[in-house]
């Protein structure tokens, strides 16, 4: 069986891009992320310490992309994805970046990476 859960509209700041301008000014990232796991323990427990904290995640997941520098969405993406399933809770991510005002206009542009344990 696979639960999921869905965390949507993560924002951050991190250095992203090839552009020069990019290299040296943050830029929003929005994360929406899917996560599958298993409900059965926490189902039954009824305690945090059974499923996920996506309190903390949330909270490692904007410190880390605050921290990060990157040329591509697909490597910090993966990256990401990596840091993420270093849970065992979390058996595949489904993770969608989001670079807002990517292009000359007001353009923006996603890249979507699923990971599994």
Do not use: W
Not at 49 to 60: A, G
């Amino acid at each position: 069986m696979k639960d999921l859960i869905i965390i949507k509209n993560i924002e951050s700041l991190c250095l992203i891009g090839i552009n020069h301008d990019e290299k040296i000014n943050p830029q929003p990232i929005i994360i929406n992320l899917k996560l599958f796991t298993s409900f059965n323990k926490a189902s039954q427990s009824d305690q945090i310490i059974d499923t996920i904290d996506y309190s903390k995640l949330v909270k490692s997941i904007k410190e880390f992309i605050s921290k990060s520098k990157y040329n591509l969405l697909e490597t910090l993406g993966d990256k990401l994805a990596k840091k993420i399933l270093k849970n065992k809770k979390i058996k595949e991510v489904e993770i969608e970046l989001i670079k807002p005002n990517a292009l000359i206009e007001s353009e923006s542009v996603s890249v979507i990476i699923t990971r599994k344990n």
